[in-house]
């Protein structure tokens, strides 16, 4: 069995599924990630290709807290994956689909606010249609804070979770752990992407299960 996690940017992986990542990797499963977007070129800064140095450090640190495996880091423009051919971005994904053969592969919701985290699940979605002989039994959808409960309410693409996994203890540690390494992108609290915010996410997310703490999804598809 294989995971592959598929983000729109380096930190979403953790801020997502940080503790999941850690729990697979525990219990001796492969984690393979993947990122479309270089996740700075957006910005106005100056320093822009220091910035990419510095968020493909916190990657390098965080993957070793975490235990997973990069296997691409895309060069896709940051926050304009709508200006790419969605074709484009699912042709991508299938080919390392087809190499890796993961059994489970996880991503974002489709609500979120951020447009290439709606872009990425789109093109994960289609690039895991279900047809026979496909490897993907199991899709995953993670809410990422200050995108996912960021995006209107009346839209019809609230985030609604229906299934949880346990990442008490050391689990939620390795997350902050990791949290810590992408401390360039964190915020001061009360942002919602601030580390005392995702703590309290998360023991949230845990307390509506009856555990110490948990990481959400959406269910997209899970084949026994």
Known sequence: MTVLVVAAHPDDE?????????????????????????????????????ALSARLEALAAASAILGYEVVFTGQFPDNRLDTVPLLEIVQLIERYISQLRPHTVITHHSGDLNIDHRLVHEAVVTACRPTPGHSVKNLLFFE??????????????????????????????????ALEAYALEMREW??????????ALCHWRGATVGVEAAEAYILGRMLA
């Not at 009360?190 to 703590?199: F, L, Q, T």
Request: aromatic share 8%.
């Open 14 to 50: 953790v801020l997502g599924c940080g503790g999941t990542i850690a729990k697979y990797v525990s219990e001796g499963v492969p984690v393979k990630v993947m990122f479309i977007a270089d996740g700075v070129s957006s910005r106005s800064d100056s320093a822009a290709d220091s």
């Open 144 to 177: 990422v804070a200050s995108s996912t409960e960021w995006r209107s309410p009346g839209d019809g693409h609230a985030f609604v979770p229906n299934y949880f996994i346990d990442i008490s203890g050391s689990f939620l540690e390795k997350k902050q752990e």
């Open 190 to 199: 009360p942002h919602a992407r601030s580390a005392k915010a995702i703590d």
